[in-house]
């Protein structure tokens, strides 16, 4: 180690499946940094192995990231390099790493990507749907009326929209989407990805759920959601959005609630929705 030198903080993706994804650079930086900063060392340890590479590890998870960080720092200070994976994919995507990242930032010390496996953008690259605008939304809530709620404020989005989601969900998921956006909307399940079970399945929402009602067995491994934005047409028809928002919120809120968030989301007037809500509770 020389005085005055600081180390680099490099973000390094790994498989979301298949070895033969790793990348030959994500190999030579984590044989060469001083220090590995993994989500799991348990799970990282097979990974190492199979490339060869005997570098210490030391855990860096969604628990302990903030007291992690102040050793990650402390090490860069002092010249070392360390490098950051996750359990599979990107670093920071839906996994630990960023108030490591915002932190040696704000510090001015070197962080550098080593891209490669990344499973929302494995699944938008063969989904068939559009890829010139996109918004990767992460985990839906896991509870039926929060999850509604995330779902109704991205209703007038046209750009694809893609999620993460657990298997025991997608069905709820898909019910939720489909409730919320219209059984019409086009999605696909893109899952298993590089894996040998690989599947990516595309249709009209209600025909997924058809199908994954049908195949119970399906709906294992691991999933991205992906739907497709509203018809520019169709989120500039702003007569009729209100009222469907409203219909939406009401099935899981009282009144007062539901006029409150649709006007939030929409733009119309509080009073007038509430009104209109009070109108189709018959009160
Ligand atoms: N950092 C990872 C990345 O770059 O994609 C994501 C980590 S997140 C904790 C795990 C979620 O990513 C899974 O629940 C699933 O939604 C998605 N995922 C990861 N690997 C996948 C795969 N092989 N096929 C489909 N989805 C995958």
Redesign the pocket.
């Known amino acids: 180690m020389q005085d005055n030198k600081i180390g680099t903080l490099y973000v390094v993706?790994t498989p979301?499946?298949n070895l033969q994804d790793m990348t030959m650079r994500a190999v030579s930086v984590l044989k060469m940094v001083d220090k590995i900063a993994a989500e799991d060392t348990r799970h990282a340890a097979p990974l190492l192995k199979h490339f060869s590479i005997d570098k210490p590890t030391l855990s860096l998870h969604e628990f302990n990231e903030r007291e992690r960080l102040a050793i990650i720092i402390d090490l860069l200070e002092e010249g070392e390099s360390v490098a950051l994976i996750?359990?599979?994919?990107?670093?920071l995507?839906?996994?630990p790493g960023f108030h490591v990242v915002r932190e040696a930032k704000a510090r001015g010390l070197p962080v550098t990507p080593i891209p490669g496996?990344?499973?929302?953008i494995a699944?938008l690259s063969v989904a068939g749907l559009p890829t010139d605008r996109f918004t990767f939304e992460g985990f839906l809530p896991p509870k039926t009326e929060a999850r509604k709620n995330r779902l109704t404020q991205l209703l007038h989005e046209n750009r694809t929209l893609i999620f993460?989601?657990?298997p025991h969900r997608l069905l709820s998921a898909l019910q939720s989407m489909a409730e919320v956006f219209g059984p019409e909307r086009k999605a696909v399940v893109?899952?298993?990805?590089?894996?040998i079970h690989e599947s990516v399945l595309s249709d009209e929402l209600s025909g997924l759920i058809n199908y994954y009602e049908a195949h119970p067995h399906q709906q294992k491994?691991?999933?991205?959601i992906l739907v497709q934005g509203i018809d520019e047409e169709q989120s500039e028809s702003k007569e009729v959005i209100p009222e469907q928002v409203l219909d939406i919120l009401l099935e899981e809120l009282p009144v007062k609630q539901a006029a409150a968030l649709a006007s939030k989301i929409t733009g119309e007037r509080k009073n007038v929705l509430y009104e209109m809500a009070l109108a189709k509770k018959g009160k």
């Open positions: 993706a979301i499946g996750s359990d599979a994919g990107t670093p995507i839906s996994d496996s990344c499973a929302l699944a993460y989601e657990a893109a899952r298993e990805l590089t894996k491994g691991e999933i991205v």
